[in-house]
């Protein structure tokens, strides 16, 4: 894998400096992902009073494949380091309250960061850098906000307006890459349920694929570059040797709830999860 670009790399997980939050602020129900339930607020019963996991591990064998999953997209050291000043919610139980209810929100904006700072080093979308530096900017601003400010954000409304940039980057992107006009391209776009389909071996270039659901999907060996892939779903979908090169708007989360191997091709900012096939 490639050295990650600075800013891209600040907004992936640094658990060395964060509080725990996702294991305290965000509940989870029993399920196939999760071994028991938790209510918001509650610290999970495997978190140790440094903070850390005490089976991570053994995360996927004890029944919490879920927390594999997960990409806060840097808001956990973000809230514990900068916002609330490296004071943890152990010993200042006070603000525990006011920290776990910024998490989500900060989680939100920082997802909205990432996919726009991953436009600015598409050049294919270089058009329109300067709008995306804009709202890059404006969304940083609410992440330096007091708690009490970032709780009142409208992040809806926020995200309506980084959503129609980042549709925008996937239209440009998609046409200059030549595979839109495709047949497989036009068969494909806007097409959401995939689950448990067979796509093998199939051509998904240049596809908008953004929230398709591919919930033990087959595509080994399908061929997926320059497709949207922003919120795909791809639970148990088997990738083993498909080619994710160039894919757009793919993170670590989204990986990692797959199934692969060592053929299976990523973008260079993703790696290759360690339960994968070899």
Not at 15 to 31: D, I, M, T, W
Not at 58 to 83: M, N
Not at 84 to 100: Q, T, V, Y
Not at 174 to 194: C, I, L, T, V
Request: glycine letters at 8%; a positive charge; hydrophobic letters at 35%.
């Amino acid at each position: 894998m490639r050295v990650l670009p600075e800013k891209l790399s600040k907004l992936r997980p640094d658990c060395e400096n964060c509080f725990g939050l996702c294991c305290v602020a965000l509940p989870y129900a029993k399920s196939a992902d999760f071994a028991m339930d938790k209510e918001a607020g509650r610290p999970c019963s495997n978190l140790q009073t440094d903070f850390r996991c005490q089976i991570h591990a053994d995360l996927r064998k004890k029944g919490f494949r879920g927390c594999t999953t997960f990409e806060c997209f840097g808001a956990g050291q973000k809230v514990s380091q900068d916002t609330f000043k490296n004071r943890d919610w152990r010993s200042h139980p006070g603000l525990g309250k006011e920290m776990f209810a910024v998490f989500p929100i900060m989680h939100q904006l920082h997802e909205m960061l990432f996919y726009l700072t991953e436009i600015l080093f598409l050049e294919a979308a270089r058009p329109i850098h300067g709008e995306v530096r804009g709202i890059l900017e404006a969304t940083e601003n609410l992440t330096n906000m007091e708690p009490g400010l970032i709780m009142a954000i409208d992040v809806q409304a926020h995200r309506h307006e980084v959503n129609k940039l980042i549709l925008k980057a996937s239209e440009i992107i998609r046409k200059n890459s030549g595979f839109h006009q495709k047949k497989s391209a036009k068969k494909y776009s806007g097409r959401r349920d995939f689950i448990g389909a067979n796509l093998k071996g199939e051509v998904l270039c240049g596809a908008n694929l953004r929230g398709s659901l591919f919930i033990a999907a087959d595509l080994r060996k399908a061929d997926l570059r320059n497709t949207d892939l922003i919120g795909a779903d791809f639970r148990d979908a088997d990738l083993s040797g498909a080619n994710l090169m160039g894919s757009i708007f793919l993170n670590q989360a989204q990986v990692n709830s797959a199934k692969g191997d060592r053929y299976t091709k990523l973008p260079g900012t993703l790696q290759r999860p360690e339960h994968w096939k070899n």
